[in-house]
């Protein structure tokens, strides 16, 4: 990914103009009922340092709002820790959970910012290769028991799945917990685009799926996509208490939690009624659409629709040319802006990341670019 930065920057500074679809920041502006609680609680004086768990407001929202969303019953007064953004979510669970020399599962391919953290815990990535069947990549459960081996400790999955955009299903989950059982692993489930899903796919908890994953599953979130909050860096994990201890420590002597104003904020995000969400996940079938258009029609070429998030993959897998060598080719030739599937993976080999996080004229012109370099790659391809 800094790879492709670089290019980009090398690009710009020689004043080429570029359209961008890589990034996976939303961007609208955070909706002003939520803007409003922070700077109400700045006037109240709520600038002190926050309980290092996280305030008792927004802990409690957060229990309320599993319960009402995913169906989850966990006590806010010790099964639920605010974390700085779901980033420091992960780091802290994968903190907890790892000794030196355990092995962590990551579907491939994969989020680019889970493998840095396991490193830095003492840990081995270990990836689980998905395969693309009916326009959909999925891990099956035979994969996951071919990459297991003795020294695995955690299985690490993000529903909706970025960058691919599957939603598992009732039965896919159903098959992974058996799987956790069965070996004895750990769950971090990284459910940050639970929000956004299309054409009927909805965000299923694994651990309201599979009750028995519960006592081995640390739940992730956070407001960044949801309400447009990625600067805020506010998020929330919840599992059974021994593991949030484990967790709390590692935010104790380190981030000691967003800003107490900014927690207020994020209960009021999370209880107030939910219509901004609703908004902006309609913007974003609306751009979903806006994607699968412009790219159809081109031979040996076709968008995966996505069932949740804000990326698409287009599937080159019939050209038969590296995913960095087109994506170079757009970036060089066509001044567009997007990631090599084989960065996430070599399961992602063929294919292509396309953001629609951002919409308006940004998207449009990037979409032309796009559709114009593909048609010319793949038609220049003999
Ligand atoms: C799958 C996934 N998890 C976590 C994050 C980071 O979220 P946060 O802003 O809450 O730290 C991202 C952001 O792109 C993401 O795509």
């Not at 092995?103 to 490193?119: F, G, K, N, T, W």
């Amino acid at each position: 990914m800094n790879a492709i930065l670089g290019e980009v920057r090398t690009l710009q500074a020689a004043g080429v103009p570029l359209a961008s679809l890589m990034r996976g920041e939303p961007d609208f502006p955070t909706p002003a009922h939520i803007v409003e609680a922070s700077v109400k609680a700045l006037q109240a004086g709520r600038t002190g340092y926050p309980d290092n768990r996280g305030e008792k407001g927004l802990r409690e929202a957060v229990a309320v709002k599993l319960r009402r969303d995913n169906g989850l019953t966990y006590d806010p007064a010790t099964e639920i820790l605010i974390t700085t953004g779901a980033t420091f979510g992960i780091y802290a669970a994968l903190m907890a959970l790892i000794e030196d020399g355990d092995q962590v599962l990551l579907p491939d391919p994969v989020y680019d910012a889970y493998q840095s953290p396991v490193r830095l815990a003492g840990g081995d990535c270990r990836a689980v290769p998905s395969k693309i069947q009916d326009g959909r990549f999925m891990v099956t459960e035979e994969a996951l028991e071919a990459a297991w081996t003795p020294a695995a400790k955690l299985l690490v999955l993000n529903t909706p799945w970025n960058p691919v955009g599957t939603v598992p299903t009732r039965a896919e989950l159903e098959a992974i917990a058996q799987f956790c059982e069965r070996r004895n692993i750990y769950l971090i489930s990284d459910e940050i685009y639970e929000a956004i899903t299309y054409d009927g796919h909805t965000h299923l908890s694994p651990a309201a799926v599979a009750p028995q994953l519960r006592e081995r599953t640390i739940l992730v979130n956070s407001l960044s996509k949801t309400y447009s909050m990625t600067g805020w860096r506010v998020g929330y994990c919840a599992g059974p208490a021994p593991l949030i201890q484990a967790m709390y420590l590692v935010l104790a002597q380190s981030s000691r939690g967003p800003a107490t104003f900014v927690q207020d904020a994020a209960a009021v995000a999370l209880s107030a009624p939910q219509d901004c969400v609703t908004q902006m996940v309609r913007e974003y079938a609306r751009r979903r659409a806006q994607v699968q258009t412009a790219l159809a029609g081109i031979p040996g070429a076709a968008v995966l629709p996505p069932e949740g998030g804000f990326f698409a993959m287009a599937d080159l897998r019939a050209w038969g040319i590296a995913s960095n060598k087109v994506r170079q080719r757009l970036l060089q030739e066509f001044g567009v802006v997007v990631v090599h599937g084989a960065a996430y993976g070599p399961a992602g080999e063929g294919t292509l990341r396309v953001s629609f996080a951002s919409g308006g004229e940004a998207l449009t012109k990037g979409l032309e670019k796009l559709a114009q370099g593909l048609s010319e790659i793949g038609a220049a391809r003999g």
